[in-house]
């Protein structure tokens, strides 16, 4: 958590004997998004939690998604952690997509959103992988609306 993948450390294309490989790792300087791997079964609910991290500018507004939703799997609901009062909620179970706009400006850490999904018996067994995206905006002290970049994060779902 923190870390983007960077590449290898070596060049393995034309292995002749053994090597040793070992992955590099970026730190993520600004915010964020994380959440955990997820296992389900068929015909079963999917939550998928996530954490927005390392954003040290306070927020106004806030719009998620998450995309490469395989089929079968499809959106039950999405809703934003009571951790935080918002002015408004919503979201879209046709594009994936949730917004909302805090009542007053300020720094959000932890968790921040749930997407609930029902996995249909048809879904394939297998492991898929999700994006799951953010927008951040804040206000400055013109009132201008300034967007703050945030880190995406995958998210593997095994369906057993």
């Known amino acids: ?11 393995f294309k034309s292995v002749t004997e053994n090597m040793t490989v070992t992955a590099q790792y970026t730190q993520i300087t600004g915010a964020y998004l994380s959440t955990s791997n997820q296992t389900v079964e068929k015909n079963a609910t999917l ?5 927005l991290l390392n ?26 952690s009571s951790d935080y009062e918002y002015d408004l909620q ?8 949730g917004a909302s706009t805090l009542v007053e400006q300020g720094v959000v850490d932890g968790d921040i959103f749930t997407f609930q999904f029902t996995v249909a018996d048809a879904v394939a067994s297998g492991t898929y992988t ?21 880190q995406p994060v995958d998210v593997q779902v095994t369906v057993n």
């Open 1 to 11: 958590e923190g870390y983007v993948f960077a590449g290898w450390d070596a060049d």
């Open 130 to 150: 999700m994006k799951i995206k953010m927008i951040l905006k804040y206000f400055d002290d013109n009132g201008d609306e300034i967007q703050i970049p945030c």
């Open 55 to 80: 954003c040290s500018t306070p927020i106004k507004t806030m719009g998620i998604s998450i995309s490469n939703v395989p089929a079968g799997i499809t959106i039950k609901k999405g809703s934003w």
């Open 47 to 51: 939550s998928i939690p996530v954490k």
């Open 90 to 97: 919503n979201f879209n179970k046709t594009r994936l997509q």
